[in-house]
């Protein structure tokens, strides 16, 4: 499951992006990178935290207590491998990738209802406009 961010658009923003100073590039793409570190930190605090209100099951080896999340809830986490996959990326400028290449990844989030993708990229849509109108304000 990826999560990929890039400043695109109608051909005049492009232009425009184009013929900008090199500090308005710098700071968009400061922007768009602090965005996806963001997005990291964000989907990890999700599963990290909960809440969880599903199943509560007991498990061994090792010997543990697991509460599952609900539907609807981010997915609990039980041994840190889903929490730990979540990855960033820089792989152009102005472009931040989030990721995970867990087979179960995607299956949590669409088909058994476990958002944590969605729900993150969501929440932080406004805060990346809001860094994009900063970085480019007047410039355009």
């Given at each position: ?31 768009v990178r ?5 997005l ?8 990290s ?9 007991k498990?061994?080896s ?49 088909t ?6 969605r ?20 410039v355009?």
């Amino acid at each position: 499951m990826t999560a990929t961010f890039s400043i695109q658009g109608s051909a005049e923003l492009q232009k425009a992006l184009d013929q900008v100073s090199i500090e308005v590039q710098a700071k968009v793409n400061k922007a768009v990178r602090g965005t996806g570190l963001e997005l990291r930190r964000n989907i990890k605090k999700a599963i990290s935290s909960g809440p969880a209100s599903g199943v509560t099951y007991k498990k061994y080896s090792p010997r543990r207590t697991h509460t599952a999340s609900a539907e609807g809830e981010a997915p609990m986490s039980d041994t840190g491998r889903l929490v730990n996959s979540i990855l960033f990326d820089q792989p152009a400028p102005m472009t931040a990738t989030v990721s995970s290449d867990l087979n179960y990844a995607a299956l949590l989030e669409f088909t058994l209802n476990r958002p944590y993708f969605r729900t993150s990229i969501e929440n932080i849509a406004p805060k990346f406009n809001a860094r994009l109108e900063r970085a480019i304000k007047g410039v355009l």
